[in-house]
């Protein structure tokens, strides 16, 4: 649906952004951190400026610039938004007891779990300080709800460890609470922050949810299909770790008995065997189950984008660009 | 300074604050929960209704009513104030490995180490909702700023930590962030919830530094003084972990050389030897080090009580009556 070439503007202005997000945040920590302890100041340099995507301060910048406000004080809202990301990465890496991270040893790694949980609570407390004090009471109630999702998330994802039983429906409900609660959450405070009006602020957060499924849909399937080179990460982690994900869930719905045996063998332990998950992955890609998976995620990004149409394209054009770039990416990205 | 029988009609007024809290918090937690994993309301109602001093929470409520308010509403902002304590509680256990707290097993020795960092995750969220929400912007401010400061006391005791060169002036720094900072806010922002002047907002926060401040002291003196039945702890568990308090900081600076090495190979693991800690005890204790505690103690709760002069006594009696009694149970309590 996008081809290669619609990414490089893309690319070219989330550069643009982060640049512009990091400086804030420097500006940011600097001042907040006066008369702090220099190790807290190191941890919290490390987690937040040590590259990332920086997608949800994109998104809340174009967002806000889509109802029409674009100034310093947006930046430092998208900060916000990357500070409570980073805390949650920072506190699942604790959690997985996570050896790297963005390429880099993870924050609990390098400067011991103590720090790292400090750390995280400390930019819990200053993303809520920014968001109170930037999107008002209305932004503030958005976000703690967002947080508290993403924890909800976390636990229904813990009950379904190793549950060969668990749904599509069950699926879409820990990642909708996961990961497309924050996503959601950047675009409608953005959008609040930027002044719209109560279709554009619901409109937004929509898109955010959908594109944040689709985000995380394809973040499973790059657990099976991407290359650890470019990922970072080993693939048939989730298979290991008895995390089921969507290609799984439908393999599991579709393959005669046999088959069934062997993922569920697979599943329960079996998978230490040689070429047990060679097997299973074989499997998946001949039921469809990537393809499958991959199906609904541009399903659901196709209608985060269909719902983009109640802004003007003759006046917001290169935002729309952008957000449709994004959704583009997010189907096609391999890491 | 305060005879036992002024402590009666303290606890009765905690006791009735506390019941009327946690129904609070049981009512807010139903009502917040709605639609989430069952195990999170298990771990957060286990973490939260598992007895406690509900001490800030009846700072929160007494400060509002000196300035002239309560209602409701107060009981649910009192409520944040444990809501954020008990997520600090839950982390700090994560981060010493700890078995017990309030006599019961840890949260996470009971639920695991990513429901306790997640549940407490859940619970800074909530507070920080509860606070922006009946405190206003001016009250969130000071919550998170509070939280920060706490986050930087506990990097600066990690700073510390086995280094037998530490000041007087440094253990201050430690305690008035990590221990004074938040009973401090839970006083000035009842304070601003009651609709306080400015004057009567600055008294409360720095009666609540004060008491904050000689709170913690005894803290540490009991490590060393508690009885282990009473207080739930192990004695000389400060002494254990490095942890250099007032007490052991003043022996260091008064003790001559030879008593001076007996502490500091007590600190630097001799402490194994039988009788080695005994030794370490008497001599604190004939140096003075624990009377010298105490009274520093003594003379930061009189300054915080100092400072509530300003407040009509005709007027307020009661509620003065409470911040003083609180006052000598401070320096008298025994766990």
């Known amino acids: 649906m996008t081809s290669s070439t619609d990414i490089v503007p893309l690319f070219a202005f989330i550069k643009r952004v982060a640049a512009r997000v990091e400086e804030t945040m420097r500006a940011d920590l600097d001042r907040a951190l006066v008369g ?101 009471q209305q932004g503030l109630n958005i976000f703690c709800d967002a947080t508290m999702a993403m924890v909800d998330g976390e636990f229904l994802q813990l009950r379904h460890v190793a549950d060969t039983a668990i749904t599509e429906e069950q699926y879409f409900a820990v990642i909708q609470r996961k990961t497309a609660s924050l996503i959601s959450s950047t675009c409608e405070i953005g959008a609040l ?34 290359d650890e080179q470019t990922t970072g990460k080993q693939v048939g982690n989730d298979f290991i770790e008895g995390k089921l994900t969507l290609p799984l869930i439908h393999a599991l719905s579709q393959a005669p008995k046999p088959g069934r045996n062997i993922l569920l063998n697979c599943i329960r332990g079996d998978r230490s065997l040689a070429g047990a998950c060679d097997t299973a992955h074989q499997l998946m890609h001949d039921l469809g189950s990537y393809e499958f998976s ?42």
Request: glycine share 12%; proline share 1%.
């Open 193 to 226: 922050f930027g002044g719209g009006t109560v279709d554009q602020i619901a409109a937004l957060a929509t898109y955010g949810t959908k594109i944040g499924i689709g985000f995380q849909i394809v973040d499973d399937l790059l657990d099976y299909l991407g």
């Open 294 to 335: 991959r199906q609904k995620a541009g399903q659901e990004v196709k209608e985060g984008l269909s719902i983009l149409k109640i802004f003007d394209r003759d006046r917001h054009g290169e935002s729309l660009a952008i957000l449709e770039g994004l959704a583009g990416y997010i189907l096609t990205r391999d890491r």
């Open 36 to 136: 702090n302890d220099p190790l807290l100041s190191q941890v919290l340099e490390y987690a937040l400026l040590n590259s990332g995507k920086r997608i949800r301060p994109m998104l809340a910048v174009v967002s806000s610039r889509l109802c029409g406000r674009d100034d310093d004080d947006l930046y430092l809202l998208a900060a916000a938004f990357e500070y409570l990301h980073v805390a949650t990465l920072i506190h699942d890496d604790v959690i997985d007891h996570a050896e790297n991270r963005r390429g880099v040893e993870a924050v609990g790694k390098k400067f011991g779990v103590a720090a790292a949980i400090l750390a995280g609570d400390w930019l819990h407390a200053r993303s809520m300080h920014l968001i109170g004090t930037l999107a008002g």
